[in-house]
T-cell receptor, first 110, second 113 residues
Framework: DAGVTQSPTHLIKTRGQQVTLRCSPK?????VSWYQQALGQGPQFIFQ???????QRGNFPDRFSGHQFPNYSSELNVNALLLGDSALYLC?????????FGPGTRLLVL | GDSVTQMEGPVTLSEEAFLTINCTYT??????LFWYVQYPGEGLQLLLK?????DKGSNKGFEATYRKETTSFHLEKGSVQVSDSAVYFC????????????FGKGTKLTVNP
């Protein structure tokens, strides 16, 4: 049984560009959450998707947006990238209130 | 809002030493509590969890007990190995509809042979 998968694994962008990160949940999981982890910090909640709707959002600007598809996979989009957006972006899928994380996408903004 | 406080790291131990990483929380209601582990260059792996007071979560020799009276969920292991070297995160979710995880800052553990 495949776990949570994310793509790409690494990404380099320049300020002002846009980026799309992708996540496929574990089989049987219908909820996907996204987190940002800055270097040396704990993950911070960005938002959560359930039944293709954004269910809850953390304290992130509107430059961060997402989508969930009918097969429960999800995308995270970040517009107008800032240097401070450099981080590890983690996707987690869940059922019964326990979240399982993917390996993450490491984004570097230059 | 809800929050998690972990002991400051880094923690350095010799192999076979006893490990304790302290975690306390602030939350309304009755949260579920988790420990996640992050090995270098990887994502987070669920280590153990507890969903109600006095529950003990355990996995791979690690244990933590949900203490409502002290709002704590300290992680312990009787004999650490070099392979336990990683960053450990304490986290909670509230009992409401959201499954949002709130994390502590993490504690880096290094185990020397």
């Amino acid at each position: 049984d495949a776990g949570v998968t994310q793509s790409p694994t690494h990404l380099i962008k320049t300020r002002g560009q846009q980026v799309t990160l992708r996540c496929s949940p574990k089989s049987g999981h219908d909820t996907v959450s996204w987190y940002q982890q800055a270097l040396g910090q704990g993950p911070q909640f960005i938002f959560q998707y359930y039944e293709e709707e954004e269910r809850q959002r953390g304290n992130f600007p509107d430059r961060f947006s997402g989508h969930q598809f009918p097969n429960y996979s999800s995308e995270l989009n970040v517009n107008a990238l800032l240097l401070g957006d450099s981080a590890l972006y983690l996707c987690a899928s869940s059922t019964r209130r326990t979240q399982y994380f993917g390996p993450g996408t490491r984004l570097l903004v230059l | 809002g809800d929050s998690v406080t972990q002991m400051e790291g880094p923690v350095t131990l010799s192999e076979e030493a006893f490990l304790t990483i302290n975690c306390t929380y602030t939350a309304t209601g009755y949260p579920s509590l988790f420990w996640y582990v992050q090995y270098p260059g990887e994502g987070l792996q669920l280590l153990l969890k507890a969903t109600k007071a006095d529950d003990k979560g355990s996995n791979k020799g690690f244990e933590a007990t949900y203490r409502k009276e002290t709002t704590s969920f300290h992680l312990e292991k009787g004999s650490v190995q070099v392979s336990d070297s990683a960053v450990y995160f304490c986290a909670l979710t509230d009992q409401g509809g959201s499954e949002k995880l709130v994390f502590g800052k993490g504690t880096k553990l290094t185990v020397n042979p």
